[in-house]
């Protein structure tokens, strides 16, 4: 497994695993199915419903504390100063643990306003060590300037919807100005239709791989941080077995030529869910 240093020098395993839509009873297995394939990180959230199943899974897996990165995020109706201390309580009980390595806002809503706010109450939680580094997601160049402008504090990551289809070369140019590690959802574009591009096969032919390793391979050589999903065993093995190979300069510039600007995701500007 690679790492990255955040910005605070907490270190950061560069592939996790992400558990969004896979319900609470099925989350234990499918986070123990990953813990023994190798994966040490796991991306949930609040609005995911599942931070207790991914606790039972942590608990019974029996590994040191130290050598797993949890993240978890807070859900858009928690925004502002004291809610965000009461759900970050409340997402720590879920899990079981009395730690979070990274904590996420989940969404900016720029339209509703509280994320500054929701950020100073975020730092008071880092302060009191209770996350080991706290960071966005979503957040687009602007709302990261305010962000940084009013409160002085850079995010360690902005979690950003990335894939071949949507590379966000302007807002990862930004986050390498500012020491802010990009980190991709959605990264296999969903699975859906992205991995049947005609430009992966070949790439893939050549590497003796599968498209979705492909496709993970450009996330990791980017320097990004990637959490792909899957609860099919044999794929969440396929997906961490990407540091066996590397994609050359050709095949880096034929996958970002497929950048179309899709997004399989909602609009940051614009989504304000659970507001
Ligand atoms: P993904 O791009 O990881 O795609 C997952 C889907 O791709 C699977 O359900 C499956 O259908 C298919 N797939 C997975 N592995 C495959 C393989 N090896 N071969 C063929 N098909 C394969 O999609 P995602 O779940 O949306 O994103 C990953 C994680 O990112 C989420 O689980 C979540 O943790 C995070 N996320 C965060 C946000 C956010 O707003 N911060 C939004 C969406 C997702």
Redesign the pocket.
């Known amino acids: 497994m690679q790492n990255v240093t955040l910005n605070n020098g907490v270190v950061m395993p560069q592939l996790g695993?992400?558990?969004?839509?896979?319900p609470d009873d099925e989350a234990q297995t499918a986070v123990t199915t990953a813990l023994q394939a190798g994966y040490r990180s796991i991306?949930?959230?609040r609005i995911?419903d599942n931070e207790a199943g991914v606790g039972r899974a942590i608990a019974a897996a029996g590994l040191p504390r130290e050598e797993l990165f949890v993240t978890t995020?807070l859900w858009n109706s928690d925004q502002g100063h004291d809610a965000t201390l009461r759900a970050f309580d409340a997402g720590l009980d879920r899990l079981g643990l009395d730690h979070v390595d990274l904590y996420?806002m989940?969404?900016p809503m720029p339209g509703v306003g509280k994320y500054v706010e929701t950020w100073q109450a975020m730092e008071k939680i880092y302060a009191d060590g209770r996350a080991r580094a706290i960071g966005v997601?979503?957040f687009t160049v602007e709302t990261l300037t305010r962000l940084i402008g009013e409160t002085g504090v850079v995010p360690a990551v902005n979690?950003?919807?990335l894939?071949p289809y949507l590379a966000q070369n302007g807002l990862r140019a930004f986050h390498d100005e500012h020491g802010i590690a990009t980190e991709?959802?959605?990264?296999?574009?969903?699975?859906?239709g992205?991995?049947d591009d005609p430009a992966l096969k070949p790439i893939a032919g050549k590497h003796g791989r599968?498209?979705?390793?492909v496709v993970l391979r450009w996330h990791l050589q980017l320097g990004n941080i990637v959490?792909?999903?899957?609860?099919?065993p044999s794929?969440?093995e396929?997906?961490i077995d990407v540091f066996g190979f590397e994609l050359d300069a050709a095949d880096m510039r034929a996958i970002g030529e497929l950048d179309n600007g899709t997004r399989?995701?909602p609009d940051p500007e614009t989504f304000a869910a659970g507001a």
């Open positions: 695993f992400g558990v969004w839509q896979v991306d949930t959230a995911y995020k996420l989940h969404w997601s979503n979690q950003i919807e894939h991709d959802w959605s990264p296999l574009g969903q699975g859906k992205l991995l599968t498209a979705a390793q959490i792909p999903k899957s609860v099919t794929r969440i396929e997906n399989f995701g």
